[in-house]
């Protein structure tokens, strides 16, 4: 109860922020607007609508999980209103909690406002087309591109924005964590790196499993980076989802593990997170 | 917090740790191996043959951190619209390092893969508008790279089989087996994924390139697969455009049958082709009267037991060719070829189908084609040890050529039994650097390019056609062609 009654707290005082108010139409503009693009005919424009609506949406998710997050803890110490909650039966694992379901809150209107916005505008999009040619074009005689109707509603555009959303669900961990011993400045920017880095992990794997080229000491230094950094490629899978085309057998296995490896890493830094403040001096 | 509430906080902490690397385990499995299977990675990150990790580390810093952050697919879109840009500019050039920075980031662009291999085949010609055949290698090499990452759907087989093989190389053998392999896969459905049925035409052009390349029983067995498709679209759907589709089957394969019979005196097929056509949906009037005339034909050889051969005798193609040097690097390829005058279609047994030969009777002398016009050469002027059976060689798409090769192809068509071209290399030393000391000048006719009614008399294959001089059987098993090569020092051409 007492969490739920923090994070109703953050989550109202966030939504207040004009900062995140701003993000949110510009993404939601920028959304707009990228379907207005109308270049190389349908596949290709869908191809590109859909790549741009999905990066959109993560560099928003992006800045607003950053944004939210690094002033969470901080605004609390700076204006001493810490001391008020603290001085009242509230454990302070509640309180790390409960700051962070109030940031989660805020991350998840936002990025499925957006993404439901994205959704509706392909939908348009897609009826407005109504039908495509299939086949090469410019083809001759026997060669005769066929026409069929397109599919107005594309399920797989919510998984992906369900995948960016546990992305950012994972990302706002790091934050919290960092949050309780960082100012919002280093915070920004350590939560921002081990976010590149995260993201980066194909190369780590790459190289932590390359026995041609790299030294055992050098591979045990990259797999110790690609398993303790969280992996947000894990969660990047646009890929498959802009090309439906392209079959994946274990799509379904990949992604609750994604969600489970998410689940647990944010309990993992939840804990820390505690631990460190229940040991700080506030 | 009590120490030993802490400590067994800490406890919980490295169990999930220890959780965290158990689910990394499968999920790198899924995502990372490419034993997996599950093509959840771009391919050419971590490849067990090493062929492409490498390039990772090529690219600069600006792609790898747009591709680290989940924006692989927008920045590809972004370059491929810069691409386009370029080709509009006529910057042809700056296209190449673009198609692969973009198949990189996004290997199931198709579009990519289709656009920049007809970029390379098509785009870089001479003064002369003759294509770089360097760049042949390259282009299907990139295609095939394309059938490796999107290997599920008919599209990319479809393309290098029939944009490529067909239509440029005029390899009919490669253009069948990969428009062969293209008829095993179905097309998706580009927004969700779902399995649709693969356009009509893959099957019709897998049929015209079997029949192409001589495979005739094959090439009738198509079209009847062709047909059965069409009629079974017909009865499911309903829609007007099959009935049209319906009759292009129908047509091309009552068609073929009534050729093996002229052609090779196969009264079986005869029979075949007249039961097909007499089915045709809508035939216009002289369709009709066409195939009525071939049946009437088909009773009188029936009544016999056998029929005649178009093939026969064959035509002494009687073929001469000179070449000369003209000025530095320009060279004069002429001669005479009796390919093929229009007394050979006097009294053929397709005739009272086509009649083409009591038409062009009945035309005024100076109106009347003395000469059937559609027979063309091909010339080869190379390096001597550039071998044209080798474009599909290249393991790896790179569109670095070599500068130092020349290799120039063209065609000269036949006319009034005459035929004559200069090839004009002076304006381009960047494609013709004559940079070796021994040349080959090959000159051929291979009856599987020839148009339908040049086949009519000298079969699919050439097995009415002969030469004294330069009759060649060996260069492609089971067919007979008119080759010629001739050794070129430097010195000829400069």
Known sequence: MVIWTIAKTTYR???RKKILQVFLIVALAMIVLALSFTQFGFQRDMTIVKSLGLTIILVSGLIISLTIGITLIPNEVDRRT???????PVKRYEFVIGKFLGGLL????????MGIVFIVMLAIKAALIGEVSTGPAGFVGDVRPETYKVQIFDPSMLLGILMIYFQFFLLSAVVMCFSVFMTPTVNFFASFAVYLVGSAAPIWASLAADKEKTGLLVRGFYKVIHTII?????FNISNRLIHPHHEVRSLPLFVSESIAYALVYVCLLLIIASIVFDSREV | MSRSKRLSLVALALVLLVTVGIIQEPLDFLRYDPASKSGLQPANIIDKDKKETSLLFDLSLQFIG????GMREAVASLLWVRADEFFHSGEYEAILPLVRIVTWLDPHQLDVYSTGAWHLDYNFTDSEERSDRRYIPPAIALMREGIRNNPEIYDMYFDLGWMHYLQKIKDYDNAAYWIGEATKRDAKDIMTGKTMSRPGFVRRMYAHACEKSGNLDEAERQWELALAEMEKNLREKRENSFYTEVDVCKKNLGLMCLRKAWRYGDIAAY????????TLGNPDPRQEQATKAAKAELVKWKAI??????IDPPVDAKLEIKWKKIKSKVILVEGTANLLPSEYYKNLVSEPYTLWYQENQQLPPERQEKWRTGCKLRILLADYDYDYSKLS???RFDWEIDKTQTVLMDEVAIYNGKFSIKLDMSKDPDMYSFSKDKYKLVVWFNPQDAPDHIQDRIGWNGEGLTDAKYLDTKTRPGVKMLRAEFVLKKSDIL
């Open chain 2, 66 to 69: 747009a591709a680290a952050i």
């Open chain 2, 305 to 310: 037991g056998k029929m005649p051969r178009d």
């Open chain 2, 393 to 395: 060689d290249q393991d």
């Open chain 1, 82 to 88: 810490i001391y008020t909650i603290l001085s009242k």
């Open chain 1, 230 to 234: 969280p992996n947000f490629d894990y």
């Open chain 2, 271 to 278: 029979e075949r082709g007249i039961k097909v056509l007499e």
């Open chain 1, 106 to 113: 805020t991350l998840s209107v936002n990025i499925w406002l």
């Open chain 1, 13 to 15: 005082e966030a939504m």
